[in-house]
């Protein structure tokens, strides 16, 4: 039996525009029924990627099969495969939630005697059956999310793309995506290929790459981006902070600095460092915290850029959609 096509499969992919180079040769494989996390500060090409990976954008060189499809040969076939969950809000608000879903559902040719079954079942998944046969424009922000969530899953994609799922979500709404994207991988393997500014959401991807200036400048899990980055951070509160620093640095040569008014050093496998400084340092120790690379870390040391940067990205997308929507509450 031949293996099954990878769900996404890239190829020394370029995208120029004029003098400027998008997107400078990338290449990845992802396989099917993965979470993977596309990351990136502003301007590294991500969108492009993704257009092209959509057909929604030419490649000007380099290849992309999209479940099994090449994105410019069988460009058809991969908009029959694809779902796509975008920040541009595209439901219509005078129509109800199942009106929404049902021109989807026959925009793509689903067959009608399944439609209700399909169409009752997202609805299920995304708590919004209570809400059904409401008008859109009733809805919150996050139920309006959820509803784009259902009516991109409709026609069964193998491959969802979703761009910043959860932005301008509260917590708990953001939570309750991430629950229906995990379920929704577990009942049907679905692929999902997402955008996040978020570190904490990109800590729940299986992958992640990390694009910047062009290129993919690391791909991996995000407990091997974490490891690969190092040291533990050690902060302790002492009773003598100089007297801590002039021991660290004799004892176990250990550089040390007070930082927020705390001793702080990184150290390998700080749990386990820390009981033998119990035992070693005479100073008395009054606190101890040991945190591990976040991703913040891995970001900030592959981009060069902080989080607080990509943060404001992503208000500045949220600034854009709210004008969007105010400019189409307008008309
Ligand atoms: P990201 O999604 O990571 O923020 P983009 O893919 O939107 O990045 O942009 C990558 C680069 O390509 C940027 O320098 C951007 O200005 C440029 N770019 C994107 N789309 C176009 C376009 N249609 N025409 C000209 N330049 C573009």
Redesign the pocket.
């Known amino acids: 039996m031949t293996p099954l096509p990878s769900a996404i499969e890239v190829t020394d992919l370029v995208k120029t525009?004029?003098d400027?180079e998008?997107?400078r040769g990338v290449s990845f494989t992802v396989p099917r029924g993965e979470v993977f996390g596309f990351l990136?500060?502003?301007?590294?090409?991500?969108?492009?990627?993704?257009?092209m990976l959509c057909t929604l954008a030419t490649p000007t060189s380099g290849t992309a099969r999209v479940s099994g499809f090449d994105v410019v040969a069988q460009r058809d076939d991969v908009r029959r495969h694809i779902g796509l969950v975008f920040q541009d809000p595209t439901l219509d608000g005078y129509l109800t939630a199942t009106q929404n879903l049902r021109l989807h559902a026959e925009l793509y040719g689903i067959d009608p005697g399944v439609i209700d079954a399909r169409m009752n079942q997202m609805l299920e998944m995304v708590d919004l059956a209570d809400r059904r046969d409401q008008p859109v424009m009733t809805f919150s922000g996050g139920m309006r999310r959820r509803l784009e969530i259902a009516r991109g899953l409709l026609h069964s994609p193998r491959v969802l793309f979703l761009d910043e799922p959860t932005i301008g979500l509260d917590p708990q709404t953001r939570s309750s995506i991430w629950r229906y994207i995990r379920a929704l991988q577990e009942a049907e393997g679905t692929t999902i290929f997402m955008?996040t500014h978020y570190m904490d959401e990109a800590e729940l991807c299986d992958r992640i790459a990390i694009?910047d200036r062009?290129e993919i400048v690391v791909l991996d899990t995000p407990e091997a981006l974490k490891a690969a980055v190092g040291a533990d951070r050690v902060v302790l509160g002492t009773a003598d902070d100089d007297a801590a620093i002039a021991t660290l640095r004799e004892r176990f040569g250990i550089e040390a600095s007070i930082a927020e008014g705390a001793v702080t050093f990184h150290v390998d496998a700080g749990e386990a460092f820390v009981p033998r400084l119990f035992a070693e340092l005479n100073v008395a120790i009054t606190s101890v915290s040991v945190s591990r690379p976040t991703l913040d870390d891995v970001f900030m040391s592959y981009t060069g850029s902080t989080i607080r940067d990509a943060e404001t990205?992503g208000v500045g997308s949220m600034n854009r959609a709210m004008m969007r929507a105010m400019a189409g509450a307008r008309r």
């Open positions: 525009y004029g400027v998008a997107v990136g500060p502003n301007g590294a090409g991500k969108s492009t990627t993704i257009n955008t694009m062009g990205d």
